[in-house]
């Protein structure tokens, strides 16, 4: 029998707020640049999906994720709230135990 493979990607659902790996990407580069336009940039999506994106995570979460700041003489920004901090740490542990267990179930397949 060939070597067995496992594939596949995963996403968490904490109340009404659904996190995959896009919207993941999108908060991790909004952490990173502090701008909502410069991680649309990044990750090479619409201004207007990204912020789409963060308005709908904003509203199903039970607190905001991302805090904007109004713009003015220095622009306007955006961070990432402590629950968004959280969000991304339960995404990250969550992905780390789905990666041990592809390891893991494809070791045994493959004895």
Same mark, same amino acid.
């Given at each position: 029998?060939?070597?067995?493979?496992? +594939?596949?990607?995963? =996403? *968490?659902?904490? &109340? !009404?707020?659904?996190? %995959?790996?896009? !919207?993941?990407?999108?908060?991790? +580069?909004?952490?990173?640049? %502090? &701008?909502?336009?410069? #991680?649309?940039? &990044?990750?090479? *999506?619409? /201004? !207007?999906? #990204? =912020?789409?994106?963060?308005?709908?995570? +904003?509203?199903? #979460?039970?607190?905001?994720?991302?805090?904007?700041?109004?713009? %003015?003489?220095? %622009?306007?920004?955006?961070?990432?709230?402590?629950?968004?901090?959280?969000?991304?740490?339960?995404? /990250?542990?969550?992905?780390?135990?789905?990666?041990?267990?592809?390891?893991?179930?494809?070791?045994?397949? +493959?004895?």
């Amino acid at each position: 029998m060939d070597e067995t493979k496992i +594939n596949g990607n995963i =996403w *968490i659902e904490i &109340s !009404r707020l659904k996190l %995959g790996r896009g !919207r993941v990407n999108l908060l991790e +580069n909004i952490k990173k640049f %502090g &701008s909502i336009t410069a #991680a649309a940039k &990044s990750i090479k *999506i619409p /201004y !207007r999906q #990204a =912020w789409a994106m963060v308005k709908e995570m +904003n509203n199903s #979460a039970k607190t905001e994720l991302v805090k904007m700041k109004i713009g %003015g003489k220095h %622009g306007g920004g955006a961070i990432l709230t402590e629950e968004g901090e959280k969000v991304l740490l339960t995404f /990250y542990k969550t992905q780390k135990q789905f990666e041990d267990f592809k390891e893991k179930t494809i070791n045994s397949l +493959n004895k």
